[in-house]
């Protein structure tokens, strides 16, 4: 199983090195130390954590939507013309941009500052890895 350094496991979940070793030593994540010496833990365990930890937004229409991609976020910046618009949202630690009608963002009150949820659906989502180091 590979292993993820301390450091990039705490970037990896928006939290801070210290929480990383708080949740090892709470038995949460599962650690060993690396060639180096640098403190690592067990992807597998990360991942199982993340998901655990997930937190996801309350939908208060209970409209079933078959999106499953959903980030909250605050407006960060709106260009709008007569007719369309761009508006960013800042999503944790992601940036996301939408192009809609000008009309669609005063309908939704959208404002610098006011939150929204980012509903992704796409027919293609692309992963990529780094190449591994031989």
Do not use: Y
């Amino acid at each position: 199983m590979p292993q993820i350094r301390i450091r990039d496991a705490a970037l990896f979940l928006g939290v801070s090195d210290d929480t990383v070793r708080r949740w090892i030593d709470q038995g949460a994540l599962v650690s060993a130390k690396d060639d180096a010496g640098r403190g690592v833990v067990d992807s597998l365990s990360l991942a199982q954590l993340a998901r655990q930890n997930a937190v996801l937004p309350v939908d208060p229409s209970e409209i079933g939507r078959s999106a499953r991609n959903r980030f909250v976020g605050i407006v960060t910046d709106i260009t709008m013309d007569t007719v369309m618009a761009q508006v960013e949202l800042q999503c944790g630690p992601h940036r996301v941009v939408s192009l809609m009608s000008s009309e669609a963002v005063r309908e939704l009150g959208l404002e610098l500052g006011s939150t929204a949820i980012a509903v992704v659906k796409a027919t293609t989502v692309l992963i990529e890895t780094p190449k591994a180091s031989s």
